[in-house]
């Protein structure tokens, strides 16, 4: 963690917008960069009373000593840095790298499989599987064709990539699930999936590759707090036993998680969390008001 007087923060050195509400920061830390390894995430604090938010790892260049995050503004605090995170500007505090590394282990044929934000988190696994000497299957799902990032990172990595929309503009209408199909139909010895998206997403890709017994992994996002297993926030049920994903995961296995249980978990904090959304509008409405004074 950054400390205020001695060390300036850490560097924002790109930002792009992919899209009104998702963006990517390239920030400035080698010994992370270093470190990392696929399927971990870091923990962000923007400025000194900003709340500590995980974000995943969703690429790092070690020759550059950087990391990339890609966020989607979702509530008060991602919204805050859409607004005031700009290249060339510092984020006060990045912990990490964070989480157990994804197993890019010894499968000869991989689908990775993106659903909208999730894109991101799985390139590296994709990139890993690749540089392993795996055959790799890529989907990924958005819901229409100007929400689509990175397809020519997949395209570099993936033998084959499969988009989908929901609204058919771009790619097989229909859901990641529906690709998912499409690719067992043609290639029956996957040995294993890694899906990263919302929870229901993930829940539907467990669900599709459960009856071919492909093995299938996950990268969960309960509520995180302190994210060293100490405050229990981010606890998951895994088959009959209970982990934490911080310290555990974020990767489990898709087959045995409870997803409704998380998703339940998700929601108990709905009403907090639009309250500090609305102070947030009512804030930015306040500044916009405001005289210029010089
Ligand atoms: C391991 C992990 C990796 C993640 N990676 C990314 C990523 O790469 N990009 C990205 O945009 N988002 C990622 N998230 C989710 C991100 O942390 C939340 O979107 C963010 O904390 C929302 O904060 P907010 O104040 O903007 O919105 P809020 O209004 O506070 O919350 C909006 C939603 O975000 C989730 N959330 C809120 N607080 C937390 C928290 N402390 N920990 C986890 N989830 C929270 C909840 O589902 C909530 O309903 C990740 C979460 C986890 C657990
Ligand atoms: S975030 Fe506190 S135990 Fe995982």
Known sequence: MNSATADPGFEIVARQDFSDVTFLLEIRHPLLAKAARPGQFVIVMAHEHGERIPLTIADFDRDRGTITLVIQAVGKTTREMQRDCRAGTRLHGLVGPMGIPSQIGKARKVLCVGGGL???????????????????????????????????????CCDELIVCTDDGSAGIKGLVTEGIR??????????????????????????????????????????????????????????????????????????????????????????TERDANERFNEHCRMMNRAPTVS
């Open 118 to 156: 999730g894109v991101a988190p799985v390139y590296p696994q994709a990139r890993a599987f690749k540089q392993s000497g795996a055959y790799v299957i890529g989907v990924l799902g958005f819901r229409t064709r100007e929400l689509i990032f990175w397809e020519d990172k997949f395209r570099a």
């Open 182 to 271: 499409q690719a067992i139909e043609r290639h029956p010895d996957i040995e294993e999936c890694i899906a990263i998206g919302p929870p229901v997403m993930m829940k539907g890709c467990a669900e599709a590759t459960r009856p071919h017994k492909i093995r299938t992994i996950v990268s969960l996002n309960p509520v995180m707090v302190d994210g060293t297993g100490m405050c229990g926030g981010c606890r998951v049920k895994i088959g009959e036993r209970v982990k934490f994903a911080c310290v555990d995961g974020p990767d489990f296995d898709g087959h045995l998680v409870d997803f409704d249980d998380l998703m339940f978990r998700l929601q108990r904090y709905k009403a």
